[in-house]
């Protein structure tokens, strides 16, 4: 379960190898999850990135706060949301939920523009912005 802010989520199921010699979801694997939700979000946006030779995005900066252990075949609920445009980079929220509705983390990235042609930074380009700031509104 999760809260109103959270408009966006996918539900993965626990793979074999997403699970330590403990038995539970190893901590790197979270972070293959957020990024498997970013690319079922920006899907949903129209933005599928399909060729990396132009303006792209990078990740700059995660946290992840992890809360309960998640089990093989467990289905796994993470929830994400853009909370904050900024010139070239933005910000997104995640919420991973285990099969229980329990709350097994909390996480954060940042997310940088970036040309891979002239590998620098470039500000958001207006077509993301307005999607992304359409849809977290609840307009898209």
Do not use: K
């Amino acid at each position: 379960m999760t809260d109103d802010l959270f408009r966006f989520s996918t539900t993965l199921e626990v793979r074999w190898r997403d699970v330590d010699a403990l038995g539970h979801v190893n901590n790197a694997v979270y972070l293959s999850y957020l990024e498997q939700v970013r690319i079922h979000y920006f899907r949903r946006l129209g933005l599928g990135f399909e060729s990396w030779d132009d303006a792209g995005m990078i990740l700059a900066e995660v946290t992840c706060t992890y809360r309960a252990p998640l089990a093989l075949g467990e289905q796994v609920t993470i929830w994400m949301r853009v909370s904050e445009l900024r010139n070239s980079s933005f910000v997104v929220d995640y919420r991973i939920d285990g099969q229980d509705g329990r709350l097994a983390a909390t996480a954060r990235t940042i997310q940088v523009c970036y040309d891979y042609r002239a590998n620098r930074t470039v500000p958001i380009p207006d077509r993301w912005r307005a999607l992304m700031t359409a849809f977290e509104s609840g307009l898209g």
